[in-house]
């Protein structure tokens, strides 16, 4: 099993991408610590792992709030006595208006938590890393960090940052045996999310949600989304030692839509 022995802190794992890494993960051997808002969600996530011999444990919690934050990472660290896997990828896309109508508070949050928890959850993690000389940090960014979109100007931003933190991250880490990289999923049509964003992005545009998606993915090589088990495949590889060699990239799991 590619992930036997370690541990793996997951945010955003009660659905969707999340849940299908931490899913994956536990498959290939790894303990499993969830975290995300809904307890239910995570409650049922757990509930699959074990049910199929896996290890896991959850904690709720809102990743905007350093205090939630610093105490999952205690927890986990409770629970598993490490953290060898940590995976940045809870997320929350915000408003869908321009930057001229972009509500401060909720920009902040937005910022909050996507590249400020995963500031904070890195730092919690690396001293324990650097001590056993080995550990991975994912970085969950998106096709938004290196493509322009209307309408999501602090999930963009939040995104690109990532992609910032994973490069200063990976530079400080490497010789500390530590990897740090990230991966830059295109549209994942079956999350909540997605959908959510599909459905308000037809109404602005005043077309079906039918055919706000059709025009989207024609605009992407394969011409489908993503499925949230690519990802966690991708996230898989980038996790383990198949990778061992890749320190501070960014990799598109988009289907064709962005080149660099």
């Known amino acids: 099993m590619l992930l036997e022995n370690k541990v793996a802190l997951i945010t955003g794992s009660g659905r969707g991408i999340g849940r299908a890494m931490a899913l ?20 049922a996530v757990e509930k699959e792992i074990t049910s199929q011999g896996g290890m896991a444990a959850h904690a709720t919690a809102d990743l905007t709030l350093e205090m939630d934050v610093e105490r999952v990472f205690s927890v986990a ?15 929350h896309y915000g408003p869908v208006v321009p930057v001229e109508e972009y509500p401060l508070d909720e920009f902040d949050k937005v910022i909050a938590v996507h590249l400020r928890a995963a500031f904070l ?28 979109f209307p309408w999501g100007s602090a999930y ?8 910032g933190l994973t490069r200063y991250t990976a530079a400080e880490a490497a010789r500390n045996g530590v990897r740090v990289n990230a ?14 964003l599909g459905n308000t992005l037809a109404k602005r545009l005043n077309v079906s949600p039918e055919e706000q998606l059709k025009g989207f993915l024609g605009s992407i090589l394969q011409g489908r989304g993503q499925t949230a088990m690519e990802i966690a495949q991708a996230a898989l590889f980038l996790c383990s030692d198949m990778s061992s060699a890749m320190v501070g990239q960014s990799i598109n799991v988009d289907g064709g839509a962005a080149f660099y």
């Open 24 to 43: 994956l993960f536990a498959q290939e051997g790894a303990a499993v610590f969830l975290t995300a808002r809904t307890g239910s969600e995570l409650a």
């Open 77 to 91: 660290e409770k629970k598993f006595g490490r953290v060898d896997i940590l995976v940045n990828n809870a997320g």
């Open 121 to 148: 959850l890195s730092k919690l993690s690396l001293p324990g890393m650097y001590a056993r000389k080995s550990g991975v940090i994912l970085n969950v960014s998106s096709l938004s960090a290196k493509a322009a």
């Open 156 to 163: 963009a931003a939040a995104k690109a940052g990532l992609l």
């Open 183 to 196: 991966l830059c999923p295109g549209p994942v049509t079956e999350t909540a999310m997605s959908k959510e």
